[in-house]
């Protein structure tokens, strides 16, 4: 497959250049750029692998000076596959457009680094077991000794409280616990695993729109404070319904009624949920007798007839290509989608026109696709996506430039494995 002319970060109205110079940037950044919606919002971010690190780069795209502190490549994604050159498409994927500082928390000289930066910063973020920053120095009742107004973001497994707290978890423990993968996989009479970190991403948005609600309560207040996720509770709420119905009836029976119909080339996907819909599905498919009756053209859920009906679509989808399925119910305003394979969704026009992904040129002159600015479009304030970092790139910006840090002393620093 053959996939069309793909916007790069250059090119975007929403972005700025990837390069790394300053100049560069400045010549190619659009005309009267106003600042993002966070703009002045400083994030330090201690997160690792994937929960937490979504979040931050959510929040970089609309505006906020995201400093990533790194102690090793090891530490994080850095040294995970698959990689395009040099660089990991993981870690591209949930960091770029953020500032690395490299800094040694453990060593003493390190952790008063960590303090001096906490002074000038709004939000901490980390992903780490709970207990760890304790033990490490940062508990929440330290940091607000240095810096009374500090946001604290707290992104775990399973909480900071609970009869899991402690243990280590992934993204897959999540979708077992939480019920997801056996609802998903009913229909193969197994638990089945999404491909994608789905727990992940969910936990890491609820922990964005966590940090934006404590933003907007110290704007008024003027006061901190320290929020959590778990990433199991934000899993729990994909299945709500069927938590409920459960509850309600003892029984495993809910189903959602969505389903991929099999077409004669490719398999659909149809939403006809509400009134009208199967009416019109009904009149599209040639039976208009049963158009005009109440138990078919009911809604979904209303009906008695609701398994009919489908195997009646299902003939139908069966005798015809996808794109003739998709063409006769988008007519028809009906609900419908293409289950798509990831070349066929790379090759979607769609996805280049909303800049869901967009091409990075590295170092060496390779490119890399990564996300493209947050899919949140605002009218006045416009999102932009920056490049990966490479390992401590920004230490003379964050160091030298913030903290007022000559160069004699950062030599030192690096001598004694503070920075590297």
Known sequence: MTVGPTPSLKESRYTLTVSRKPEFEEKHMPPNQPPGVLDGVRILELARW???PRGGMILRDMGAEVIKLEWSKSSDLRNAGPFVGEMSVQFAAYNRGKKSVTLNTRHPEGKELFFRLLEVSDVVLENFRP???????????KMCEVNPGIILASVSGFGQYGPYRDRQCFDPIIQAMSGIGHQTGRGFDQPVMAEGPIMDRTAALHATIGILGALRHRDRTGEGQWLEVAMLDAGITLEEVALAMCHDTGTNDFTRAGSFIKCKDGYVSTGAARAGMWERMLKVMGYDDLSTDPEFA??????????????????????????????????????????????????????????????????????????????????????????????????????????GMDQEEMSRLVAEGVIT
């Not at 207990?131 to 009742?141: C, H, V």
């Not at 119910?329 to 979607?348: H, K, N, Q, R, W």
Request: charged share 25%; proline share 9%.
């Open 131 to 141: 207990g760890t920053m304790e033990k490490m120095g940062f508990s929440y009742e």
């Open 298 to 403: 009911a809604p979904m859920f209303a009906t008695d007839k609701t398994e009919i009906r489908m195997e009646l679509l299902q003939l139908w989808c069966e005798e015809r290509p996808v794109k003739e399925v998709e063409a006769s119910l988008v007519a028809a305003d009906i609900p419908v989608g293409p289950a798509l394979s990831i070349p066929e969704v790379l090759a979607d026009k769609h996805l280049w026109e909303r800049e869901v992904m967009m091409e990075e040129e590295l170092p060496e002159g390779k490119k890399i696709l990564v996300p493209g600015p947050t899919i949140i479009k605002f009218s006045k304030t416009p999102t932009t996506a920056g490049p990966t970092p490479q390992c401590g790139e920004h230490n003379q910006e964050i160091y030298g430039g913030v903290l």
């Open 50 to 52: 994937q929960a937490a």
